[in-house]
């Protein structure tokens, strides 16, 4: 049996702040285009860890930030 879990934060995030911490990261230029919403597109997307909490005794420690960070180490390292 197969089981999907969300497993950040039981926590919003738009696009923009996502984005905007990503570049300043990286320390890049920003190089953005916005264009209009297309089918499928969502304003808002919320994860939900109720089951992950409940299954793994699941708490998130670490911050969108520091996430982040991190995932950008890795892949610079393995890329």
Do not use: F, R
Not at 53 to 71: I, V
């Amino acid at each position: 049996m197969c089981m999907k879990l969300s497993i950040w934060k039981s926590c919003t995030v738009s696009l923009k702040t996502l984005v905007d911490q990503i570049y300043e990261l990286l320390q890049k230029p920003k190089n953005i285009v916005h264009t209009a919403m297309k089918p499928g597109d969502v304003n808002i997307t919320y994860a939900n860890i109720d089951k992950a909490k409940m299954l793994l005794n699941y708490l998130p420690k670490t911050s969108m930030k520091e996430g982040l960070k991190k995932y950008i180490l890795w892949y610079k390292q393995n890329h």
